[in-house]
């Protein structure tokens, strides 16, 4: 079968840096995609990973481990704003992305 | 770039009624839409990939007649629940996928439809 896993809720205080880890399983793979999801909105694309290794955009890293089915995503300076869920989506072999039901991430000050 | 539009954004209507969603891609083209549905505090559920020009795919446990998919455009597909019921309420949510390039979904916004 396909799954992720992911921690349901980490706490970060703000300022500090934060790494919130998938581990995946899936029939095939196109590559993995993170996405940011605000309480009562939709996901907003945060990145993609395809070969191994770190990607970095600005406040946000992306790391992939293919051959551990391994993905992190790497906050740092965490601001308020960043409080949200976070959804670790692999993209399988028919080019569906899998979803699960991603970190919840609450920033204290 | 890459914005997806989604209208209504919130929708209330009585049991029985037909509701409509349409799906924009504002600047790009989009060969391909998916629409999700996402009910509180839980993972987002694909109902069912719509292409260009063909009949939609709809995910198993879709009832591809209460839930009609037209995607008559490379920007534009729309969703209409048919004689909705209570249990329909929910966030609706469609993606696009450019076409060529990384397989990126962006999403619009979403609809809340809350059936009475």
């Known amino acids: 079968g396909q799954n992720i896993d992911q921690p349901t809720e980490m706490t970060a205080t703000e300022g500090a840096i934060v790494q919130i880890n998938c581990t995946y399983q899936t029939s095939g793979f196109n590559g993995l995609f993170w996405y940011q999801q605000h309480a009562g909105e939709a996901p907003t694309f945060l990145s993609y990973n395809v070969l191994d290794g770190l990607e970095e955009k600005g406040r946000f890293s992306s790391f992939l481990s293919r051959s551990k089915g391994y993905s992190y995503l790497l906050l740092k300076e965490l601001q308020m704003k960043d409080s949200a869920s976070y959804l670790c989506?692999?993209?399988?072999?028919?080019?569906?992305?899998?979803w699960g039901a991603g970190t919840k991430l609450i920033i204290k000050p | 770039g890459a914005v997806v539009s989604q209208h209504p954004s919130w929708v209330i209507c009585k049991s029985g009624t037909s509701v409509k969603i349409e799906c924009r891609s504002l600047d790009f083209q989009a060969t391909t839409m998916f629409w999700y549905r996402q009910f509180p505090k839980q993972s987002l559920m694909l109902m069912a990939t719509?292409?260009?020009?063909?009949?939609?795919?709809?995910e198993q446990g879709v009832e591809k007649d209460k839930f009609l998919i037209n995607h008559a455009s490379l920007t534009l597909s729309t969703l209409t629940v048919t004689s909705a019921h209570p249990e329909d309420s929910s966030f609706y949510i469609c993606?696009?996928?450019?076409?060529?390039?990384?397989?990126?979904?962006?999403f619009g916004p979403g609809t809340r439809l809350l059936v009475l």
């Open positions: 989506a692999p993209m399988d072999s028919n080019y569906q992305l899998i």
């Open positions: 719509s292409n260009e020009g063909s009949k939609a795919t709809y």
């Open positions: 993606s696009a996928r450019l076409a060529g390039g990384v397989e990126t979904q962006y």
